[in-house]
């Protein structure tokens, strides 16, 4: 079957060598890209594709040679002769010319019904990501390349908001993409989308998103919200059409919306789970896991320092005054050691009522820091009139070369009981 014969049912038709490179066109090809048919043959036919569009076609064409498919199928933007892309509607299939096995390209216009199942597919694979680990900038990505490959002529920013910070991401040139620097203030079309989003019906799309004419285009405004209605990001959308969005374009700009409010609030979840991993549930300091973690990521420990600080006589708290008062007094020591220690400590609660502090220097450079967390008294609150002061026994040491964390720990734990057996309140150094 010759090329024209390929071309009957479609806008055009392309013959791809072995080495995927064009052999031979249709008047119809030739037609829709504007280039001519001497230009066309003998070009790689991957390079006519849309660079974010080059992978997925890459490994279609890969499937139908492997797998012997009759047809692969989906939508792809092509290079045309003013150097824009126009999405079609691809066929492919392999035929046999002279004992080779040759590809077949068909282009067709893309239908409603194909670019759903499209969209439906991309959208899988951009969530497929959150199960696979993926940073955070790798799922931004693939939602600008989502939008932009399915709202022709869209480039997004998209904003996350951490802290009562607003973080923005976006395409800075070419298809490399950038952070810019935080803001402080939200835009007021955000809040009042933000307000027609919490007040309006939530499967309306014109809750969920605001259309504003200016001058370079309009402006779609997208709200993300979790269950609690807690601000996670937004959506703006540069459309290159100052028009009114059609229903195709606000349907999928509110399936971006989605995709997208799946990717933050997983971030967010992992962000939990990773901070809970870490840390102590009571005080807030990290646990001896992120202790551990800490010092074996560290390029050499050998010259910084530990202190161990147990409290002492804190079981009379907790049997006197209660485990409540217990609780309140864990957490104020947490304080107090959080305004101590310079930046750059590890601080830990241990376990129970002991507490471990690493510090990234030798134990000669903190001067008599340690001097004063003895001396931070912490007075609990009181139950009735029965006050207690809170005083600590030391161990501290500097790491030697070669010592690992576990018998750094082993030996300022054995200071620490130095200085509680000569009475407690007071530091050892080892």
């Known amino acids: 079957m010759g090329i024209k014969e390929y071309a009957l049912d479609c806008l055009g038709a392309a013959l791809l060598d072995e080495s995927m490179v064009i052999e031979a066109v249709s008047d119809g ?37 492997r797998t012997q498919l009759p047809t692969v199928n989906g939508i792809y933007r092509m290079r045309v002769s003013d150097d824009t892309f126009k999405d079609y509607a691809i066929q492919a299939l392999t035929c046999t010319d002279d004992g080779s096995v040759k590809t077949v390209l068909k282009f067709s216009a893309v239908s409603l019904v194909l670019r759903a199942d499209e969209f439906a597919r991309d959208a899988v694979d951009t969530l497929r990501l959150l199960g696979e680990g993926r940073q955070l900038n790798d799922c931004l990505e693939r939602v600008h390349h989502l939008a932009e490959r399915h709202i022709p002529g869209n480039h997004l920013a998209i904003s996350t908001v951490q802290g009562g910070e607003v973080w923005t991401h976006r395409r800075a040139s070419g298809r490399a993409f950038c952070w810019e620097q935080p803001s402080q203030v939200r835009p007021p079309n955000i809040e009042r989308a933000l307000a027609n989003h919490l007040t309006g019906p939530w499967r309306a799309f014109s809750s969920m998103a605001e259309f504003e004419p200016t001058a370079n285009g309009a402006l779609i405004t997208s709200v993300l919200t979790d269950g609690a209605n807690e601000l996670l990001g937004y959506v703006e959308a540069t459309r290159e059409s100052v028009a009114e969005p059609d229903e195709r374009e606000w349907m999928v700009h509110g399936l971006v919306r989605q995709v997208l409010t799946a990717v933050l609030r997983r971030v967010r979840l992992d962000e939990q789970l990773r901070h809970a991993a870490d840390h102590d549930p009571l005080t807030g300091l990290a646990n001896r896991r992120r202790l551990f973690n800490d010092m074996a990521a560290a390029d050499d420990i050998a010259g910084t320092s530990l202190l161990l600080i147990d409290l002492d006589r804190f079981s009379w708290i907790n049997n006197n005054l209660g485990h409540d008062v217990g609780d309140q007094a864990l957490v104020a020591v947490a304080a107090r050691l959080r305004e101590l220690c310079p930046t750059g400590s590890t601080i830990t609660r241990f376990g129970g009522d002991e507490f471990v502090v690493w510090f990234p220097a030798p134990l000669s450079e903190l001067g008599d820091l340690y001097q004063a967390l003895r001396s931070a008294k912490i007075m609990p609150s009181s139950t009735g009139d029965r006050r207690s002061t809170l005083r600590s026994s030391i161990g501290a040491i500097t790491i030697r070369p070669g010592e690992t964390a576990a018998e750094a720990i082993k030996r300022a734990d054995d200071a620490m009981y130095e200085a509680k057996s000569s009475g407690g309140d007071r530091i050892h150094i080892a």
Do not use: K
């Open 29 to 65: 090809v030739v037609s829709i890209s504007g280039y001519s048919r001497e230009s066309l043959i003998g070009t790689p036919g991957l390079s006519l594709v849309h660079p974010d569009d080059s992978e997925r076609a890459g490994e279609a064409m890969l499937e139908l040679v």
